[in-house]
């Protein structure tokens, strides 16, 4: 077996252009070997980027592309083994699909609570209330994650039979009986489903393209860059691949230093920066000095974005706590200034403040003509706070990682709707449904809010009337018949208009009245729940495509609640209970998402999409204890040392 080919791009100089500039100079820009070569790169906006550097060596003329794919996102590419790469298509590996993240939640959901009732756990709490499926996603959510760790790290659920309750705390003995349970059912749902999770899908693919590139030796050449194997799948293809005659591995920023008790530090500090890349190197069986320079070996030159010297002094400042004392010898040598122009420290009062100074960078980056800004975050909410920031000056701001399906205007009125229903038209829930932008109960909207503001001021203020729409259809009848002697504030019409009201009312009454009892019999399936709430928001609203929203938008909206409705076939008899925290606690986590933009001149990434991403500004927020690095929350499923015991990953590498 040849050495490894592992290579490195230093920080101070554009990963992706680097990389690019060094293949082609390695291959002489022959572009039908171009149009051969084969790239995995992190991610998607990677793979785009990467592309536009390829076309920009060319002065952007025609030139066929190579086989750029996203290491990252294998489950999204349908033809990740066709006719580039592979005669052979996916179903060829494996005849059974994928399962839905959705799918998915809602199986394991109604497994955690089947089991919760079957044990008994709160069973006198739950009386009278029906299957209240908050609890249970939540616990459902964490043990998907579990599957997926385990399944990433080769790891089989049959392990989980070795475990002695005896060993652990009382109340973990209920969690093996559970674990029993879901390594005797859970391979069964797949199989009667003709289904498999998603992280053995990508295995299987990943296993699949290393056996079959160390067979064959394919002559193309093939890079895997920007990608530090995180994964034991990924690190044994890039095992494969840095073998491979016209193979070759690209590490973004490895620090190279000889230092033995450096790279041992590093190797078990799962937090640290390297640590990823030192534990592949390991993997690979080669040192960081066996690591060559990337550009120096193509023999290509390109302009440094940064001086070389701050990298040294970022590198030094990261050392790990038992090297930390090392950072005093980078103090008393001389330092230039230069190397830190543009490099700048904000440290604000709160996070509002923050928020607001970095929406302010940007418009200042956005007055001076082709210049672009990206803030790079991992905590959402100050993400939020930083685009509400902006509207100030009406700037537009591209985020990566999309709106909250929940938090979209149009599903915002469906909530609003349920709510309204669920509480039996109060007078609040009523109002907030009646009163939202998108609501026009099927006639023009000046003449919607008049009866609005009519039902308020006449039936809403004051004593309630009784409880749902018959409770307000008889409110409004009385008013009607006794007109004449009762006192009208000033401002109010009429027996014609309170006619008019309850006529308008009365039509409403129906779909109002079927989700009620909907609601109440906890005799509907999620389906037909669903089928009913849509009815009645497309009688207040009108269809989707009037909410204002772009057509991209509402096409993602339609997907996830077709989803919904298509991935929820065996939940039956939902109470009012069970439905609306279904609702809120299945869908928590969906995202609609932008149309995409290459080059975006203002944009909010994720660590891991920022990290190969280039703007002349880039910011970093959100740099605070708790969020950045997060919190790491507890695993209901499986304490510390039983994750140590299994040979789980430990979850710090995440940071």
Same mark, same amino acid.
């Given at each position: 077996?040849?050495?490894?080919?592992?290579?490195?791009?230093?920080?101070?100089?554009?990963?992706?252009?680097?990389?690019?500039?060094?293949?082609?100079?390695?291959?002489?820009?022959?572009?039908?070997?171009?149009?051969?070569?084969?790239?995995?790169?992190?991610?998607?906006?990677?793979?785009?980027?990467?592309?536009?550097?390829?076309?920009?060596?060319?002065?952007?003329?025609?030139?066929?592309?190579?086989?750029?794919?996203?290491?990252?996102?294998?489950?999204?590419?349908?033809?990740?083994?066709?006719?580039?790469?592979?005669?052979?298509?996916?179903?060829? &590996?494996?005849?059974?699909?994928?399962?839905?993240?959705?799918?998915?939640?809602?199986?394991?959901?109604?497994?955690?609570?089947?089991?919760?009732?079957?044990?008994?756990?709160?069973?006198?709490?739950?009386?009278?209330?029906?299957?209240?499926?908050?609890?249970?996603?939540?616990?459902?959510?964490?043990?998907?994650?579990?599957?997926?760790?385990?399944?990433?790290?080769?790891?089989?659920?049959?392990?989980?039979?070795?475990?002695?309750?005896?060993?652990?705390?009382?109340?973990?003995?209920?969690?093996?009986?559970?674990?029993?349970?879901?390594?005797?059912?859970?391979?069964?749902?797949?199989?009667?489903?003709?289904?498999?999770?998603?992280?053995?899908?990508?295995?299987?693919?990943?296993?699949?393209?290393?056996?079959?590139?160390?067979?064959?030796?394919?002559?193309?050449?093939?890079?895997?860059?920007?990608?530090?194997?995180?994964?034991?799948?990924?690190?044994?293809?890039?095992?494969?691949?840095?073998?491979?005659?016209?193979?070759?591995?690209?590490?973004?920023?490895?620090?190279?230093?000889?230092?033995?008790?450096?790279?041992?530090?590093?190797?078990?500090?799962?937090?640290?920066?390297?640590?990823?890349?030192?534990?592949?190197?390991?993997?690979?069986?080669?040192?960081?000095?066996?690591?060559?320079?990337?550009?120096?070996?193509?023999?290509?030159?390109?302009?440094?974005?940064?001086?070389?010297?701050?990298?040294?002094?970022?590198?030094?400042?990261?050392?790990?706590?038992?090297?930390?004392?090392?950072?005093?010898?980078?103090?008393?040598?001389?330092?230039?200034?230069?190397?830190?122009?543009?490099?700048?420290?904000?440290?604000?009062?709160?996070?509002?403040?923050?928020?607001?100074?970095?929406?302010?960078?940007?418009?200042?980056?956005?007055?001076?003509?082709?210049?672009?800004?990206?803030?790079?975050?991992?905590?959402?909410?100050?993400?939020?706070?930083?685009?509400?920031?902006?509207?100030?000056?009406?700037?537009?701001?591209?985020?990566?990682?999309?709106?909250?399906?929940?938090?979209?205007?149009?599903?915002?009125?469906?909530?609003?709707?349920?709510?309204?229903?669920?509480?039996?038209?109060?007078?609040?829930?009523?109002?907030?449904?009646?009163?939202?932008?998108?609501?026009?109960?099927?006639?023009?909207?000046?003449?919607?809010?008049?009866?609005?503001?009519?039902?308020?001021? /006449?039936?809403?203020?004051?004593?309630?009337?009784?409880?749902?729409?018959?409770?307000? /259809?008889?409110?409004?009848?009385?008013?009607?018949?006794?007109?004449?002697?009762?006192?009208?504030?000033?401002?109010?019409?009429?027996?014609?208009?309170?006619?008019?009201?309850?006529?308008?009312?009365?039509?409403?009454?129906?779909?109002?009245?079927?989700?009620?009892?909907?609601?109440?019999?906890?005799?509907?399936?999620?389906?037909?729940?669903?089928?009913?709430?849509?009815?009645?928001?497309?009688?207040?609203?009108?269809?989707?495509?009037?909410?204002?929203?772009?057509?991209?938008?509402?096409?993602?909206?339609?997907?996830?609640?077709?989803?919904?409705?298509?991935?929820?076939?065996?939940?039956?008899?939902?109470?009012?209970?069970?439905?609306?925290?279904?609702?809120?606690?299945?869908?928590?986590?969906?995202?609609?998402?932008?149309?995409?933009?290459?080059?975006?001149?203002?944009?909010?990434?994720?660590?891991?999409?920022?990290?190969?991403?280039?703007?002349?500004?880039?910011? &970093?927020?959100?740099?605070?204890?708790?969020?950045?690095?997060?919190?790491?929350?507890?695993?209901?499923?499986?304490?510390?040392?039983?994750?140590?015991?299994?040979?789980?990953?430990?979850?710090?590498?995440?940071?």
């Amino acid at each position: 077996m040849s050495r490894p080919k592992v290579y490195t791009i230093d920080p101070n100089f554009s990963f992706l252009d680097a990389l690019a500039a060094g293949f082609l100079k390695k291959i002489s820009f022959d572009r039908e070997v171009l149009a051969q070569s084969i790239f995995f790169l992190p991610t998607q906006r990677s793979v785009a980027n990467f592309a536009s550097c390829i076309k920009g060596f060319f002065d952007n003329k025609t030139v066929i592309l190579p086989t750029i794919r996203p290491l990252g996102d294998l489950m999204d590419e349908e033809l990740f083994f066709g006719n580039d790469m592979d005669s052979l298509n996916v179903e060829n &590996i494996s005849q059974k699909k994928v399962i839905s993240r959705l799918r998915r939640r809602l199986l394991l959901t109604q497994l955690v609570a089947r089991f919760m009732e079957l044990d008994g756990e709160n069973r006198e709490s739950r009386e009278g209330i029906g299957n209240n499926y908050a609890g249970s996603v939540g616990l459902a959510n964490a043990l998907a994650a579990m599957l997926d760790r385990m399944q990433i790290e080769g790891i089989s659920l049959d392990k989980l039979e070795n475990f002695v309750p005896e060993e652990h705390a009382m109340h973990w003995q209920t969690t093996f009986k559970f674990l029993k349970l879901l390594i005797e059912h859970w391979p069964k749902i797949l199989e009667e489903e003709n289904l498999v999770d998603p992280a053995t899908y990508t295995n299987n693919l990943l296993t699949h393209l290393s056996a079959k590139w160390e067979t064959s030796q394919p002559a193309q050449f093939i890079t895997i860059a920007g990608s530090t194997g995180s994964m034991p799948a990924t690190a044994e293809l890039i095992k494969v691949v840095a073998t491979l005659k016209n193979g070759a591995v690209v590490l973004p920023g490895l620090d190279q230093r000889e230092d033995e008790i450096y790279r041992k530090v590093v190797v078990e500090d799962a937090t640290h920066p390297q640590h990823m890349m030192y534990s592949l190197l390991d993997k690979l069986g080669i040192q960081a000095g066996d690591v060559q320079e990337w550009l120096s070996t193509a023999g290509a030159t390109i302009k440094e974005k940064s001086p070389a010297r701050r990298f040294k002094l970022i590198s030094e400042a990261l050392l790990p706590p038992a090297l930390s004392g090392r950072c005093r010898s980078i103090i008393k040598e001389p330092f230039p200034q230069k190397d830190l122009e543009g490099l700048i420290i904000i440290e604000a009062e709160d996070q509002r403040a923050e928020a607001e100074t970095i929406a302010l960078i940007m418009r200042e980056t956005l007055e001076q003509e082709a210049r672009s800004a990206a803030l790079i975050t991992s905590d959402r909410n100050f993400a939020r706070q930083v685009t509400s920031a902006a509207r100030r000056w009406n700037l537009n701001i591209y985020d990566s990682a999309g709106q909250q399906f929940l938090n979209n205007n149009y599903i915002n009125f469906w909530r609003l709707v349920s709510e309204m229903v669920v509480h039996q038209l109060a007078p609040i829930p009523l109002l907030s449904a009646l009163k939202h932008p998108l609501a026009n109960g099927g006639l023009p909207k000046v003449e919607f809010k008049k009866k609005v503001s009519q039902l308020e001021l /006449l039936f809403l203020r004051g004593e309630r009337p009784k409880p749902g729409v018959d409770g307000l /259809l008889e409110a409004i009848n009385i008013g009607r018949r006794h007109n004449k002697n009762r006192q009208i504030k000033k401002g109010a019409v009429g027996t014609l208009f309170i006619d008019d009201l309850y006529e308008w009312l009365l039509e409403l009454a129906p779909l109002i009245r079927s989700f009620e009892h909907a609601l109440s019999s906890g005799s509907k399936t999620l389906r037909e729940m669903l089928a009913i709430h849509l009815a009645l928001v497309e009688k207040l609203s009108g269809p989707i495509e009037l909410n204002g929203e772009t057509t991209e938008t509402n096409n993602q909206i339609i997907k996830i609640l077709n989803d919904f409705y298509e991935q929820s076939q065996d939940l039956q008899r939902i109470d009012s209970i069970s439905y609306t925290s279904l609702f809120e606690t299945v869908l928590s986590d969906f995202v609609i998402r932008e149309k995409y933009q290459e080059k975006p001149k203002l944009a909010i990434f994720g660590p891991l999409e920022g990290r190969l991403s280039e703007f002349d500004r880039i910011i &970093i927020g959100g740099l605070n204890e708790g969020s950045w690095p997060p919190v790491i929350q507890p695993d209901p499923w499986l304490g510390r040392s039983m994750q140590e015991a299994l040979g789980l990953m430990d979850a710090s590498r995440r940071i």
